[in-house]
C-alpha cells in the first residue's frame, strides 16, 4: 500500500472518531473541562461575586421576584458565543417574567467555584424563590429551554 493511502486512512479514522464523539455529546461538544476552566487567566479586573437574593423584576417598585436562568460560560468559548443570542432573546422576550443572568466564569472564576460549575456553559434554573430546579452542561437551544421550564412547572403568561 501506498504511504499516502495509509496517511488517508489514518486521517479518515480520525475524522470518525471525532464524528463519534461530537454525536455522542449530543451535536457540539462542552466548551472545557474542569482543569482548562480554573486555569484561564482572568480577561479583566475579577468583578464582586453575584448577589445571593432572587431575582427581582428590575421595573417594578415592588420588587416581585423571578425565575431566574443562570448560564455560566466564557465570552471565547464556542458554544456558549451560541448561546447568547438565545440568552439575549430570551431576556427581551420575557422580560418581567424571568430574569436572565450570563457569568463570564474565565472573567470571574470565584463565581465558577460559587456556582459548582465543572463545564461551559452551564445553565441552572432557579424558582423565583431562588431554589435550584435544575442545570445543564453544554449547549440548550432555546426551544429546550422553553421546554425545561414547562416540565419544571414554570409557566410564563403572555
Known amino acids: 500500500m501506498k504511504p499516502y493511502a495509509k ?9 470518525a472518531v471525532g464524528a463519534i ?7 457540539i461538544p462542552s466548551c472545557c473541562s474542569p482543569s482548562v476552566l480554573f486555569e484561564q487567566p482572568p480577561q479583566s479586573a475579577p468583578q464582586p461575586a453575584a448577589a445571593e437574593t432572587p431575582p427581582t423584576k428590575a421595573d417594578d417598585k415592588t420588587s416581585v421576584p423571578l425565575p431566574r436562568l443562570v448560564d455560566l460560560g466564557a465570552g471565547k468559548c464556542i458554544p456558549c458565543k451560541m448561546m447568547a443570542p438565545i440568552l439575549k432573546e430570551l431576556k427581551e422576550q420575557y422580560k418581567g417574567r424571568l430574569d436572565v443572568v450570563f ?19 452551564t445553565q441552572i434554573f432557579y ?3 431562588g431554589k435550584e430546579l435544575f442545570r ?20 410564563f403568561p403572555g
Open 7 to 15: 496517511m488517508g486512512i489514518v486521517v479518515a479514522l480520525i475524522a
Open 21 to 27: 464523539v461530537i454525536v455522542k455529546n449530543g451535536g
Open 103 to 121: 457569568i463570564d466564569v474565565w472573567e470571574k472564576p470565584a463565581e465558577a467555584k460559587k456556582y459548582r460549575i465543572d463545564i461551559i456553559p
Open 127 to 129: 424558582d423565583a424563590s
Open 136 to 155: 445543564h452542561e453544554g449547549f440548550f437551544s432555546k426551544e429546550e429551554i422553553l421546554s425545561k421550564w414547562k416540565e419544571l412547572g414554570v409557566m
